[in-house]
């Protein structure tokens, strides 16, 4: 699934790969990638409108800097791992023993509103869940799973333009029903796409 010189990559001292273990939906408003930090593998999932199917695409609206930019967002697959590929991408494995990783894909169209001036932030709502439960967020590795594109590379993005973003999911090995859960904002509702575990 992920891509052999990302594992050997992100095994490297020097990587930033942890699994943080605070709870979703922090107190602050800092966008960094520790407010989505891990939740406890008991949380569940909140409540939600009817689920969509891969490739469904539903629209929103998201804060870009000081503009607003409307999206068509679709999530259309989870590439899962295995628990080899895990020990390659957590600092420590012991941690993470019985989980996989999970990448979800989702392709967000810009429809309307001003070319973002910076990277793009409508990815960082995303959420894969398992059997219920939300995942342990994996940071820094999407970017090198196959298909998915870097973030960093997207300054200047404008409506018309359409790009894969991706998050990195720990859920655990076996898990029968997948999730990834997508909003507008950090305390938005979820859009929820479904996906039968292969």
């Known amino acids: 699934m992920l891509r052999k010189n990302t594992a050997l ?4 001292p020097v990587a930033v790969l942890a699994l943080a273990l605070t709870a979703c939906g922090g ?3 800092d966008k960094s990638d520790d407010k989505k930090a891990d ?5 569940t999932k ?4 009817p ?5 469904d695409s539903t629209t929103g609206k998201v804060k870009e800097g000081d503009a607003t930019v409307t999206y068509d967002v679709a999530a259309q697959k989870i590439d899962v791992g295995t628990e080899a590929e895990t020990k390659k991408l957590v600092q420590d494995p012991s941690k993470a023993k019985g ?5 979800a894909h989702l392709k967000f169209t810009h429809k309307g509103g001003a070319p ?4 793009p932030d409508v990815s960082d709502t ?3 869940y398992a059997d219920g439960a939300r995942g342990g967020l994996l940071i820094g590795a999407a970017e090198d799973a196959a298909g998915c594109e870097e973030k960093l590379d997207l300054e200047g993005w404008k409506s018309g333009e359409s790009h894969v973003l991706c998050e990195t999911y720990l859920i655990p090995a076996g898990s029968k029903s997948l999730e990834v859960h997508w909003a507008e904002k950090e305390d938005g509702k979820p859009v929820i796409w479904k996906f039968a575990a292969k």
């Open 9 to 12: 990559r992100f095994a490297a």
């Open 27 to 29: 107190g602050d408003d």
């Open 39 to 43: 939740a406890p593998k008991s949380q």
């Open 46 to 49: 909140p409540k939600e409108a």
């Open 51 to 55: 689920a969509l199917a891969a490739g």
């Open 99 to 103: 989980m996989v990783p999970a990448v």
């Open 116 to 119: 973002l001036k910076d990277t």
């Open 126 to 128: 995303t959420e894969i």
